[in-house]
């Protein structure tokens, strides 16, 4: 079964607009990468559409959205999609708390390489508060599963 392009497109739109909403900085820190749990949950269910592409794709986007280095976020998100289409058959498998535990070393794969991109043109060093990010993108991961689940049913068997 072939998923609609369109499903897929609405929700890293939507993802996006998260993604860049303005809040106070005492609360943008703890904003989940909602783009990199977006592309990871479409490539665990059809890494042959969307993978590598999509994920530079949303990358190279929130680039432009966010005024960031262009292609840092579009790299970072590329190996996060690269990786997970290579091990898509064996985090499909696993309960959600392990699949979890997958997204979080996803999501620290893409904050370590944000963190070298930077250190290497000469940013300012982050402080800890780069990695609040992950802790809360864990805990989004199981509602977002579940929200996929329940608007496209027929689409995300498992």
Known sequence: MSTPPWQFW???????MASILPLPYDYAVWNPDWVALVVICWALH?????????????GLLLDVMQGTLLG???MAMTLVGYLTVKFYLRI????LGQQAAAVAMFLALYHFVLFWIEGVIG????????????????VAWV???AAFRILWPRILKN
């Open 10 to 16: 609405l929700s890293l739109g939507v993802a996006l």
């Open 46 to 58: 059809y890494p042959r559409r969307v993978g590598v592409g999509a994920a530079w794709v949303g």
């Open 72 to 74: 840092s976020q579009a």
């Open 92 to 95: 499909r498998v696993f309960p």
């Open 123 to 138: 940013g300012p060093a982050p402080g800890l508060d780069r990695w609040y990010a992950i802790a809360l993108g864990v």
């Open 143 to 145: 509602p977002l599963q």
